[in-house]
């Protein structure tokens, strides 16, 4: 786990294996950024033209290492680049500078201590920098076995040109380290593998984790959820010898708080089920479960902030899988709401079980209710592959998480829910089917969900399935694999709950 410091040293005396500076995009050539000018004097203020004689432009994503001058006590200095350098008397965009460090933590896999010198002119900043060094650090190597000469992630980042002493930046450090470990957590959960990671095994992890941070944990295992009549989730995991499982988290404050109820999608692999995925389409599937493990890591992480809200937490657990035992397309699940659902297409499962779960979230009359789920490729082909979609039953409320998903650093964009979609899921059998028209397949199942919501409770469905797990190389503070997509997006929406700003 890499640490984090508000150093009080300044970035000469700064013992440390590195120092990172930024640089940026000007009209003239590379821009040294604000922050750096300890080490900028110690190049006799000739760093722009070195890093230009290198061929650096101060493009984002952009690494150049130095050998650091006899005026530094770090023997590196990395420059990172910024993009574009703002007009003048405006500040750096505060994802520039998450990116950016994400960038230079993972440049510096292996070290043991890097100072980060790059601009900061308020507690946003930092919080913003800390963030991206803390996520960019991240690597899975639990599976991995590479001996002594395997590079260690970046073990402390320390943070320069802050006010240790300052409350508000402690209280910006405390935040972007409970933060980022909990979603480093979630991109564990997400990369590990589905034979380890069965329906049961989370929910032991977020046992565990409710002891640890005081969080209440309920577990319904698979007779718990026949005797209550979750039909959807049953129906989905009945094809599985992993039986499925329905978690709630609970965390409470003391005060007579606002309630925030989170509901995730957890299906721990996802084959299809019996309408069978085709090859090249399954070996990710055990992301499937990123829904769940945003919720779980957004939970945790409202407690270990003490936000003055409750926010409950669903975890949909279950595997869909191809068996004798599987539900078939055309059978007839009752769900826990009591409608029936003629199961068209049994890789249209994650409606399934969330229905199940915010059926159950709804009883408990929460003043929002939230799912996130990886639940369609409709989508990612309509938004890509880093933007999620957020749709709702209040427009203003959906208007608050895309401005919410924008502030803290998630590309997302609304979507409607058109009436219209609706007639298409219409079933000669049972009240409703899991699959309408093909065209807007992702708004399809957005009012699949909307039908299970109860009546006069505010939601919103996030469907991640684009940005959830990245298969490309890293790029920022974006790892290969889980990303934690959205965990950011439900605490801080959280935070807007506690302070009343919402609602």
């Known amino acids: 786990m890499t640490a984090l410091t508000l150093s009080t040293a300044g970035a000469a005396t700064l013992r440390a294996d590195a120092l ?34 290198l061929g650096a432009v101060g493009g984002e994503g952009e690494i150049t290492k130095l050998p650091a001058p006899s005026g530094l006590k770090a023997p590196v200095v990395i420059a990172v680049g910024l993009g574009s350098a703002p007009e003048q008397d405006q500040a750096y965009d505060a994802e520039a500078l998450r990116r950016a460090a994400g960038t230079a933590a993972r440049a510096l896999a292996g070290s043991k201590k890097a100072g980060f010198a790059l601009p900061i002119e308020a507690v946003e900043d930092a919080e913003a920098i800390a963030e991206g060094a803390l996520l960019g650090a991240y690597a899975f190597t639990a599976y991995q076995d590479k001996g ?10 320390a943070l320069l040109g802050t006010k240790p002493r300052d409350k508000a930046f402690k209280a910006a450090a405390e935040r972007a380290l409970a933060l980022t470990e909990e979603i480093n957590r979630a991109r564990d959960l997400i990369n590990m593998p589905p034979n380890d990671l069965t329906p049961e095994a ?15 944990v309920q577990v319904l295992d698979e007779k718990a959820l026949a005797k209550g009549g979750f039909g959807g989730i049953l129906g989905v995991g009945q094809g599985s010898q992993n039986p499925p499982r329905l978690v709630r988290l609970s965390y409470t404050h003391a ?44 939970v945790v992480a409202a407690a270990r902030l003490g936000l003055s809200v ?56 929460p003043d ?25 039953n209040d427009d203003a409320f959906r208007t ?47 009012l699949f969900l909307k039908e299970f919501v109860g ?42 709950t506690a302070g009343g700003e919402l609602g």
């Open 20 to 53: 990172v500076v930024g640089v940026a995009k000007g009209a003239k050539g590379p821009v040294v950024a604000p922050g750096a000018e300890a080490v900028d004097k110690a190049f006799d203020g000739k760093l722009a033209s070195v890093l230009e004689t």
């Open 148 to 157: 002594k000469d395997a590079k260690k992630p970046l073990a402390e980042v």
């Open 202 to 216: 989370f929910a032991a992890v977020a046992t565990a984790a409710g002891k640890e941070h005081g969080i209440k």
């Open 255 to 298: 005060k007579d708080a606002k309630t925030l109820a989170l509901v995730g999608k957890g299906i721990t692999y996802d084959s299809g089920g019996i309408s069978l995925k085709p090859a090249g389409h399954n070996e990710t599937m055990k992301c499937d479960m990123s829904g769940a493990a945003a919720v779980f890591a957004a």
């Open 310 to 365: 409750n926010v409950t937490g669903w975890l949909a657990l279950a595997e869909n899988m191809p068996s004798g035992s599987a539900t078939r397309p055309g059978d007839v699940l009752r769900m826990y709401s009591g409608k029936t659902v003629e199961v068209l297409n049994t890789d249209a499962e994650g409606r399934l079980v969330l229905a199940d779960a915010l059926t159950k979230a709804s009883e408990e009359n």
């Open 368 to 392: 929002a209710i939230v799912d996130v789920a990886t639940l369609t490729g409709a989508m990612v082909l309509a938004l890509g592959s880093r933007t999620f979609a957020v749709m709702a």
């Open 400 to 446: 608050s998480i895309h401005e919410i998903a924008d502030e803290v650093g998630e590309a997302s964009w609304p979507m409607p829910l058109p009436a219209d979609l609706r007639k298409g899921m219409d079933s000669p059998t049972a009240d409703i089917a899991n699959m309408g028209e093909r065209m807007g397949g992702g708004l399809v199942a957005g």
């Open 455 to 496: 009546e006069g409770i505010t939601w919103a469905h996030l469907d991640i399935a684009g940005p959830a797990f990245h298969e490309g190389a890293p790029y920022g503070y974006t790892p290969k694999g889980g990303t934690g997509s959205a965990v950011r997006t439900l605490v801080k929406l959280a935070e807007r």
